[in-house]
């Protein structure tokens, strides 16, 4: 695992309390996706059950309205989602913007990248590695 050691000014300091951006993002999310937030329970809860996640911490089988109301809720600080309920949130409706939110917190130019980021990040790299080869190839042909 490669660690980067960049020094940080104190304007560049991380923030790593992303609860209140975390619940805003979440609540944009929520709202954007035309469903209600009883609706949004519902696909939540499903998506659980499907994939076996545990929502809620306690005796609490299922994620209640009342709770996720507290999720959505940026003033709210006591109450945030599981890294597992963030996770399925993020699953369920189609973005990674709340673990980006995370991801770049840590202000050491963290992000998270979708597929096709991902492709294009495989494909810079790889042809950093054919000049690389490339210009190796050169040196030896000179050497013979």
Partial sequence: MMHSSRRLSLLDLPSLNMDADIAASMSRIVESSGLSRAEAVDRLNEAARRYGVRLCGGNAETLTLATLEKWLNPNEPKNVPSTRALNLF???FGTPEPLDL???????GWKVIDGDDAKLLEWARTEQEIKRLRARKRKIETEL
Avoid: D, E, I, N
Wanted: proline content about 0%.
């Fill in 90 to 92: 993020c699953h369920v």
């Fill in 102 to 108: 995370l991801a770049r917190s840590h202000g050491q």
